[in-house]
């Protein structure tokens, strides 16, 4: 359980540094351009989304780990969340990231940071609930 949590950890701090060097070497490249500073407001509000979407994620694992899951793609051979559901949920929250990541290296904009960001804000307070509603459901003995 604790592997799991530190590879939802992990890959969300490694893309957060990926675009951190991205961005560093985009504002070192151009000769002589002014940097938009609207856009790198935009980037930090997506890095925060990110980060919040991973915590919910992680919270959520936790909070499903070895009770009764309704999901049957998350559901294990004895119908329990467990490593094959949290494997499935981190490659889901990676793809997602993963996409986001691929359309704002593309063409950046502030938009486009903001609202990739409120998408991921929404999904975080989705599943948010659906963690806290989680945490009532006693672990079957």
């Known amino acids: 359980m604790r592997n799991i949590l ?19 070497t985009r504002l070192t490249a151009p000769q002589g351009q002014l940097v938009d500073r609207k856009l790198l407001a935009g ?10 979407l991973g915590a919910v994620n992680a919270m959520d694992v936790e909070s499903s780990w070895h009770k009764h899951e309704l999901n049957s793609t998350l559901a294990g051979s ?12 981190l490659g889901m929250q990676g793809g997602l990231v993963g996409i986001e990541y691929l359309l704002t290296r593309r063409h ?11 998408i991921n804000f929404g999904v975080a307070a989705g599943i948010g609930s659906v963690a806290g509603h989680n945490y009532t459901v006693p672990v079957p003995r």
């Open 6 to 24: 530190l590879l939802f950890t992990l890959g969300a701090s490694a893309l957060c540094a990926q675009d951190a060097h991205f961005t560093e």
């Open 108 to 118: 950046p904009s502030t938009r486009l940071y903001r609202a990739v960001s409120f």
């Open 43 to 52: 980037q930090k509000l997506w890095r925060a989304s990110v980060a919040a």
């Open 78 to 89: 004895n119908g329990t969340f467990g490593a094959q559901g949290a494997l499935l949920k």
